[in-house]
């Protein structure tokens, strides 16, 4: 069978569901001609089962057999002194330099370079392999360097270490015990059910969480803390406690420890005391027996994850405490151990910062809260910093709370799972985004500091900091809800190991990994993948006004309006003339003078601060002209055409793999491309229609308002149908949409095709709301030219949305379609449940036009 599938061409690919990910092991091309120069036995220093050597031992067995087609057998090395006469003739040594130094005769040690924790050595240039860790966990590492250097193609002789730059690399997942009270939910998570909770409770067939810390060792991930930060007290009840020590059980083979987030008022909600209070010894001595217990069960426990005093969330300062006695609470407990505690410094309070203040703004809040607690912190606790002072947007400065703990051990926290970028249905590629802040350099003290010099360390000479990627998966074959979405997570684990990494080399080695080595399928997903993050900057937010996404609800459609007046800080204080924070110290919030000076005086001067961040910094009128020529409305107008205009080049040019990509991954993730570049549109016009509104200023090249290819609903011929004054208006064409007269029955519109007879795409606008399976039939001249249901919940998890607004607003294209002149068109809906079977309007494209 192995040898069938290495003759076969590379267009002919079985299907797949992307469970394995980039650990596929697919058959490389030509994999025959290296018969004989690959490696037929494995021998493993460990023997363990629980150790991550024998994991590393078998997972290079499995690895080598599927790639090259040819056997490989694990030896197990049970002590002993090894004899030159016993020396295999083919084989792959692999576990820690201690047992190697036991394992290997006194003549034929090696020299091995200096490693740190967690580090590997990798030598192929001997008569034998060599995978040699520091630890355990390091020799694993190595053997998924090695197998992913083979399922590249690369067979080269090498001979190298590799350290991790940080300690801390971990993964948080943002998973609930409950969900309304009957399953395991991830917040932010769009590729399916938590894999570790249902029911409140930890599953009992923990399968796919073993198969997750497989993943996440493959790119060094080393710890997972598996719950959510908006903790539940009862994840530290025994029967969860019992649980958790399964997870821990599960993850362990593969190096990963596990680590939970807490409720910091536990000790009143779970332990029945009268107070939380993290000075009060009755609580001191509650967590102290909590984190006794939780390692009599899971000895290698990573640590806590805290978030206090945000969003609703208790912590110190509801007893007048600081932010570093409530981090010290549950670091004294974990320091016999050994343990982590991560605090978050995501802290702000809803109830005091107020819009119509002009000095008020979130993104001065991390720094308020800290200020001063820099050397109040025990050695044991890292404060894990967002990469912007808001919430994950596609563009914020970096944090500047970096530069202000210097004798605080820091980690940077990055969002896989993209809340505010499309949810894993947008294709967007965060690497580049990551590594604009990772190595923007914040100048303390007027010397060289970047981002990631100071998470790993060098800069202040903490040695424990890193990184904290959110990821979201789940129980979906895909992970994450989408296929190319992997992307991010494996470039995560890249980068938290070597900060230096590069972007398109990360894309093209995971390209290769999980689709294919033909060329053409490397620089297109290359393209498309690095044209993405830019893309939906330029239809969402741009010049530093952020995402412009709902922000009261589902995070994902256009919304600006949404983003002014509420109590959550993300505002741009937008009116008839100006828009922009003015974060300066001259006349705004202060925000750009928490930045060490050579940075400070940048963002204080329009002319210094990049273009990219200007409306972050400056409160600024719609007229104000750029260095392109442009006025800041006209580059609003142009960079969501241009934006959406790139989203709606991603179908074709994944069309254009489909000899290449097995059928259910192709057909899956253009799928996704489809619905996306249709969402790209709604954006677009939704941002330009809001600002149009707004400004009263017209785009210079007619185009906003102005859509020669539509027929909008509420124009046509009613039956059964009647109008609806959509909110916010900007998410709909024009203002209205039509709705069924009631959520059950039937209504149709008509109209004359006011376009001459060829051959068209013809789109329908319409909104798939989550209340409902409504159903639509669409006719020329009585045909039915295609009928379609709104179910599109059970095929995307983006979230959920009961309205109808741009965040449900969707389009459905039927291409080629001929139309003759003086035709008919015809929309037949039918609600269903609470859902009217909504239509904004129809789009009759000439084909290659983009409405």
Known sequence: MLLSLLLLPLGLVAAETGIDAWLRYAPIPEA????????????????????????????????????????????????????????????????????????????????????????????????????????????????FEYLSLLAQGNVTKIAYASNPEVPIRWINQWDNLRDGGTHGSVERGYGGKSLFFWNGEVRPDLTRAAQYARLLASIGINAVVVNNVNANETILNSTNLDGIARIADVFRPYGVQLGLSLYFASPKALGALTTFDPLDQSVIKWWTNITDEIYERVPDFAGYLVKANSEGQPGPLTYNRTLAQGANLFAKALQPHGGVCVFRAFVYDSTTINETVWTDDRANAAVDFFDGLDDQFMDNVVVQIKYGPIDFQVREPVSPLFSHLRQTATSVELQITPEYLGQNVHLVYLAPLWKEILDFDLRVDRAPSTVKSIVNGTRFNNPLGGFAGVAGAGNNQTWLGSHLAMSNLYAYGKLAWNADADSVEMLQAWTKLTFSHDQKVIDTITSMSMASWPAYEGFSGNLGIQTLTNILNGHYGPDPQSQENNPYGQWYRADATTIGMDRTVNNGTGNAGQYPPEVAAAYESVDTTPENLLLWFHHLPYTHVLKSGETIIQHFYNAHYNGSAVSNTFPSQWESLKPYIDTQRYEE???????????????????????????????????????????????????????????????????????????????????????????????????????????????????????????????????????????????????????KANATVKIVGRGDGMEPAPVDYISFLPQGVVD
């Open 669 to 819: 993730q253009l799928f996704r491309l489809v619905y996306a570049a249709g969402h790209s549109l709604v954006w677009r016009d939704s941002i330009n229609n809001y600002f149009f509104n707004v400004s009263s200023i017209a785009d210079e090249q007619h185009r906003v308002l102005n859509h020669p290819y539509r027929i909008e609903a509420e124009s046509m011929e009613l039956e059964g149908y009647h109008p609806y004054l959509v909110h916010p208006f900007h998410a709909a064409s024009g203002t209205y949409a039509i709705v069924t007269d009631t959520n059950t029955t039937q209504g149709t519109a008509t109209a004359l095709v006011p376009f001459p007879a060829g051959k068209y795409d013809v789109a329908v606008n319409y909104y798939d709301q989550v209340i409902g399976n409504a159903t639509w039939e669409l006719y020329l001249d009585d045909a039915l030219v295609g009928e379609w249901k709104g179910d599109f919940e059970y095929s995307v998890g983006s979230a959920r949305v009961f309205y109808i607004d741009g965040q449900s607003a969707i389009r459905k294209t039927f291409k080629g379609v001929d139309v």
């Open 32 to 143: 025959h001609k290296y018969a004989g120069q690959i490696p037929t036995q494995v021998v493993a220093l460990n023997s363990s089962e629980l150790s991550p050597v024998l994991t590393g031992a078998k997972e290079l067995e499995q690895g080598i057999s599927s790639i090259f087609g040819q056997s490989c057998k694990v030896n197990r090395w049970h002590g002993g002194r090894r004899g030159g006469a016993h020396r295999p003739a083919s084989s792959i040594v692999i576990g820690t330099v201690a047992e190697y130094s036991s394992y290997a005769a006194k003549d034929s040690k090696k020299s091995i370079p200096k490693l740190v924790n967690d580090g590997f050595y990798l030598d192929t240039t001997g008569r034998e392999v060599l995978i040699l860790g520091s630890n355990e966990r390091g020799a694993l590492y190595g053997a």
